[in-house]
């Protein structure tokens, strides 16, 4: 099983499954911070087990480390943030 866990948060990741992450509640994941453009990232499970995460045309980006990517591929323990919201991929 892939989760994504966040802010005391862990939700469930379907291999396969695109899944938008931003703050407007129609999201499939939606994280109430004023840093999170409406419509931040996408997400994905590939078939190896890691997680692409790619930003959506945000305002503040996807950053890894220190570092600002336009998309990532993690591996499980792995981490990325999003404004000011740490997300682990588990």
Known sequence: MHNLAFLATRVSLEPGKTLRLGRDRTNDIAV?????????AILRVL???????ADNQSVNGIFCGDERVPFAVLRPGQEFLLGMVGFRYE
């Open 32 to 40: 109430s911070d004023p840093h999170i453009s409406r419509f931040h």
């Open 47 to 53: 078939p190896d087990g890691a997680l692409y995460v």
